[in-house]
């Protein structure tokens, strides 16, 4: 077995897709999952199962001397990584928010505070607020590269963030035309919906809807976690 392999990695608190290098012993797999997981090593009962939607148990990869290969990896099953001690890594603890006072406020009560977020943009002609330029973009084209299923990247004011076109077209929400990214991380706002009006299918915050402007399509790769410049996981 040679190259990598694209796999799903899943943990109590995390899920994402990973390249996996099937010449790496178990031992040193578990080491690379703790910075990804957050499980310690010594903890990690790795599990692999058939697909994310056939989640059949293919093997237990227990034996850490043992090549990840030897257990017959293909792309895209599913790594899943338990805790065998919880209790004391507090795994599963970090996403539970059932625990935790809300404050919570009505829209209308909200509305009347002059401290919040809303009155300073409606006090300083922020976002919506703000008044439009008469020379505004239409949107009303978009560049032919830019087509459902292609690759791209997505300008921002943190990072660039990749995936991959799931939507080109109008929209209920606002005027012209919209492109409806997939991410590869969940840097997103929606699952492919906006206001109830489903436009493409995605997991929750991986999905969000731009200008064209500020997509770029073409061969963009999922960006690989560098954890060792000497070794790819």
Same mark, same amino acid.
């Given at each position: 077995?040679?190259?990598?392999?694209?796999?799903?990695?899943?943990?109590? *608190?995390?899920?994402?897709?990973?390249?996996?290098?099937?010449? #790496?012993?178990?031992?040193?797999?578990?080491?690379?999952?703790?910075?990804?997981?957050?499980?310690?090593?010594?903890?990690?009962?790795?599990?692999? #199962?058939? /697909?994310?939607? *056939?989640?059949?148990?293919?093997?237990? #990869?227990?034996?850490?001397?043992?090549?990840?290969?030897? %257990?017959?990896?293909?792309?895209?099953?599913?790594?899943?990584? *338990?805790?065998?001690?919880?209790?004391?890594?507090?795994?599963?603890?970090?996403?539970?928010?059932?625990?935790?006072?809300?404050?919570?406020? /009505?829209?209308?009560?909200?509305?009347?505070?002059?401290?919040?977020?809303?009155? %300073? +943009?409606?006090?300083?002609?922020?976002?919506? &607020?703000?008044?439009?330029? $008469?020379?505004?973009?239409?949107?009303?084209?978009?560049? $032919?590269?830019?087509?459902?299923?292609?690759?791209? !990247?997505?300008? /921002? /004011?943190? #990072?660039?963030?990749?995936?991959?076109?799931? &939507?080109?077209?109008?929209?209920?929400?606002?005027?012209?035309?919209?492109?409806?990214?997939? %991410?590869?991380?969940?840097?997103?706002?929606?699952?492919?919906?906006?206001?109830? +009006?489903?436009?493409?299918?995605?997991?929750?915050?991986?999905?969000?809807?731009?200008?064209?402007?500020?997509?770029?399509?073409?061969?963009?790769?999922? !960006?690989?976690?560098?954890?060792?410049?000497? $070794? !790819?996981?």
């Amino acid at each position: 077995m040679s190259g990598t392999l694209n796999l799903w990695v899943k943990s109590p *608190d995390t899920h994402s897709e990973r390249r996996i290098d099937p010449h #790496l012993t178990v031992e040193q797999l578990k080491g690379k999952l703790e910075l990804i997981t957050g499980i310690p090593a010594g903890n990690q009962v790795i599990t692999l #199962l058939e /697909s994310e939607s *056939d989640p059949r148990v293919v093997a237990t #990869l227990d034996d850490d001397a043992k090549k990840v290969g030897f %257990y017959g990896l293909r792309d895209w099953q599913v790594l899943k990584v *338990d805790d065998s001690n919880p209790s004391a890594t507090f795994t599963g603890q970090l996403t539970d928010i059932s625990q935790v006072d809300k404050f919570e406020i /009505s829209e209308a009560e909200y509305a009347k505070r002059t401290d919040s977020v809303l009155a %300073y +943009k409606q006090r300083n002609k922020v976002g919506r &607020f703000a008044e439009k330029a $008469e020379d505004e973009p239409t949107y009303e084209t978009v560049d $032919e590269s830019v087509k459902v299923g292609v690759r791209c !990247e997505v300008e /921002s /004011s943190e #990072l660039k963030k990749r995936g991959t076109i799931r &939507f080109v077209g109008s929209t209920h929400f606002g005027k012209g035309i919209w492109v409806g990214i997939e %991410y590869d991380e969940p840097f997103g706002k929606n699952d492919g919906s906006v206001q109830g +009006k489903r436009y493409f299918s995605c997991r929750d915050k991986y999905g969000v809807f731009v200008r064209p402007d500020r997509v770029t399509a073409g061969d963009f790769p999922v !960006e690989e976690l560098d954890l060792d410049a000497d $070794e !790819e996981m």
